[in-house]
């Protein structure tokens, strides 16, 4: 059974960091390049950033997250990474992590992690 648990969001200042952690089972994690996406508020699913299975190419949505964000990824944990910084009040969702949507999800999803920006 596939299981995907997010963890690490919290409440924090504009301007501050946060680091989202993803741990997997029930799949063959390394042969999968894995991506975080978030939903925002009354929002859908928005893409945030996706590597390729060894974590060596690495993929954002925007250019401003690119410089903010990095996402990261231990095989040998199973556990896939994004470490935020410099977070903004637009950054709130609730963070998901999954396989790449370029070749599919996978059918299962967690729960999510909250993270809210707010002064």
């Known amino acids: 059974e596939v299981q995907l648990v997010e963890s690490g969001g919290g409440l924090v200042q504009p301007g501050g960091s946060l680091r989202l952690s993803c741990a997997a089972s029930?799949?063959?994690?390394?042969?999968?390049?894995m991506s975080w996406v978030r939903q925002a508020p009354g929002k859908g699913l928005e893409w945030v950033s996706s590597?390729?299975?060894?974590?060596?190419?690495?993929?954002y949505a925007v250019a401003s997250m690119k410089g903010r964000f990095t996402i990261s990824r231990d095989n040998a944990k199973n556990t896939l990474y994004l470490q935020m910084d410099s977070l903004k009040p637009e950054d709130t969702a609730v963070y998901y992590c999954?396989?790449?949507?370029?070749?599919?999800?996978?059918?299962?999803w967690g729960q999510g992690t909250q993270v809210t920006v707010t002064s």
């Open positions: 590597c390729n299975w060894n974590g060596r190419s690495t993929y």
């Open positions: 999954n396989a790449d949507p370029l070749y599919g999800f996978l059918e299962s």
């Open positions: 029930g799949f063959t994690f390394a042969d999968y390049a």
